[in-house]
């Protein structure tokens, strides 16, 4: 088992199972919502979706590389079950992403009632493995982490993620994020971070998701 100063703190990742719970959730009606033809909107919607898609694969990607083979390496054999069920989730959502985005990619040039339909179908679909298998993950694996990964471990795997998407959707993300963490959680999730984007990320994040909210919801939030 690592030496470190201190464990993992899994707080930042329930807010992000969260946030995933509720974008998948509201995805499909968006999608239906839309009138066939309605381009314009077919395209606000259509990079909504491929934003939280995108923040989906990285997420599982930083998992499957950063996480699933330290906790098999230092965790007893009685946890192989649950972690082997981990990645046929991640396997059968990862399929299934590959399937929404061929649907996002025809709706969004025409948007027509056909390809809306399907891809809503899919959305549905996605929403309801993915609400499986983050139950499961909290369930399970979540509560036993900090026994197996110190802190710096920890925040690698988030780093892995908000490096790697576009840096003009980092605010949006981060703002959705912050939505729906309490003030201690949002500190957790900068705290590795360099010290500007610690400073001007409270502040430009939730302005951010407020006006890519209004866009795709309505409202200022989720």
Known sequence: MPNAHGR??????????????????????LVLGVTPGDTKRALVVADHIQMIEEFLHLHHKGEDVLLWPKITARAP???????ALMEEHHTEIDGLIVESSASLARWRSDANA???????AVLRTLGKKLTEHLAVEEAEILP?????????????????AIKSLPKNKLPIIFGMLASLADPAVVTLM???APLVPRIIMPIVGPRAFAAHA????????F
């Open 8 to 29: 993992a703190d899994i707080r930042d990742m329930l807010v992000v199972h969260e946030a995933f719970r509720r974008a998948y959730d509201k995805m499909p009606d």
């Open 77 to 83: 054999q009685g946890l192989a079950p649950a972690l």
């Open 114 to 120: 056909s390809d809306r339909d399907q891809l809503a």
């Open 144 to 160: 036993i982490v900090d026994q197996y990964l110190t802190a710096t471990e920890w925040h690698e795997l988030g780093d892995h």
């Open 190 to 192: 900068l705290s590795t």
């Open 214 to 221: 209004r866009k795709v919801y309505g409202t200022a939030g």
